[in-house]
């Protein structure tokens, strides 16, 4: 069951040089998905931490990403 009305975040961590941590807000496009529009400085590996929030609930996930 898709999950709206909810306060979402993308923390981007490059695991291999340090310094260029990214993090932006994920607005709601509708059925429960969220999207936002980020420029990174490198290809190669990065970890993209997602974290959803309401009320004082919230719910964490990684995934690790390779950027071409």
Known sequence: QPLDRL???AALHRPTVA???RTLPLE???????????SLP????????IT???G???HQT???LFLP
Do not use: H, L
């Open 19 to 21: 310094g260029f941590d």
């Open 28 to 38: 709601p496009q509708g059925g429960g998905v969220y999207a936002g529009v980020v």
């Open 56 to 58: 004082a609930g919230s």
């Open 42 to 49: 490198f290809a190669g590996q990065w970890e993209a931490r």
């Open 62 to 64: 990684t995934q690790r």
């Open 7 to 9: 306060e979402v975040e």
């Open 52 to 54: 959803g929030r309401r």
